[in-house]
């Protein structure tokens, strides 16, 4: 899900009467504003990173604040000076919207630890919001992977011939895609680990070491966009695929090739291998 997608609404209301020389304020106790929502009501839930809430209130009795989607609590209390003598019931409104912020972790937001929002008179609290016993569940996103092996026939589209495909050092083989499928949730980032024995740079897969092995030649991996794929990242800081999928079916597209990594090439079994692990955030 894109940052700003509302996703939950909870309304309610109270009232107080009284006559009242108003000072109208609101906050929201110890709440931090969301990143990239600067100015606009959005605080960060505890529990789940890249979720957010705003919390918009109406004053039915008061001109010019009876409109529910003008006005929104801020932390710290704001004030502002309404009116004088207002005598009679005072009531208000309030909407309490659950907003994507970011990318989204699975856990329990505990709007509750938010603490007292609420409409203050002359530094007297008339009508309090307790976000008390509110909580959300987010189930974690992931995906499932259709197939956890795959095999590349890098020789299928074309022959590979030591003697005439390989022309020098990085020259190297027609690429032959190949796809990883999975099932997601929406709005799941998707990152990917390749790893192998590779080369001093990590960028090439080091062949099978076998009696009848090929030499002078190794394999790459690329992505979509035939970009290389290093290997062996960690895996706090691995390739980023794609963000904020579908729901449903997703197939990851990458394609692999032979590249030569030696001035002379000798023909035998060119086989590699790589294990990958899937990263969502």
Request: aromatic share 8%; charged share 15%; net charge negative.
């Amino acid at each position: 899900m894109v940052p700003g997608t509302v996703i939950n609404v909870v309304g309610g209301g109270g009232s107080c009467s009284g006559t009242y020389d108003m000072d109208e304020g609101f906050s929201i106790d110890g709440a931090e504003e969301a990143p990239g929502f600067a100015g606009q009501g959005v605080y960060q839930i505890p529990g789940v990173e890249g979720l957010g809430v705003r919390i918009y209130y109406s004053l039915p009795n008061i001109a010019g604040f009876n409109d529910i989607s003008a006005h929104f609590l801020t932390s710290p209390k704001e004030t502002a000076h309404v009116t004088d003598g207002f005598a009679g019931e005072f009531s208000a409104n309030f909407s309490v919207e659950i907003i994507v912020t970011g990318p989204v972790t699975g856990g329990t937001a505990n709007l509750s630890a938010l603490g007292n929002g609420g409409i203050w008179f002359s530094g007297i609290e008339g009508i309090s919001l307790q976000l008390s016993n509110f909580q959300v569940t987010v189930p974690a996103p992931t995906c499932d992977v259709e197939s956890y092996d795959e095999t590349v026939n890098l020789t299928a589209s074309e022959g590979v011939s030591a003697d005439t495909t390989f022309t020098g050092v990085n020259s190297t083989s027609q690429s032959v895609p190949f796809n990883i499928n999975l099932n997601c949730n929406e709005g799941v980032n998707v990152d990917i680990v390749f790893s192998g024995t590779a080369n001093s740079d990590n960028t090439i897969l080091q062949l099978d070491n076998t009696e009848d092995s090929a030499s002078g030649i190794g394999i790459q991996i690329l992505d979509s966009s035939s970009h290389v794929i290093p290997l062996n990242l960690p895996e706090d800081t691995p390739y980023e695929l794609i963000k904020n999928v579908p729901q449903g079916a997703v197939p990851l597209q990458f394609n692999a090739r032979y590249i030569q990594t030696e001035s002379n090439v000798t023909s035998g079994r060119a086989d590699a291998t790589a294990t990958f692990k899937i990263i969502y955030r």
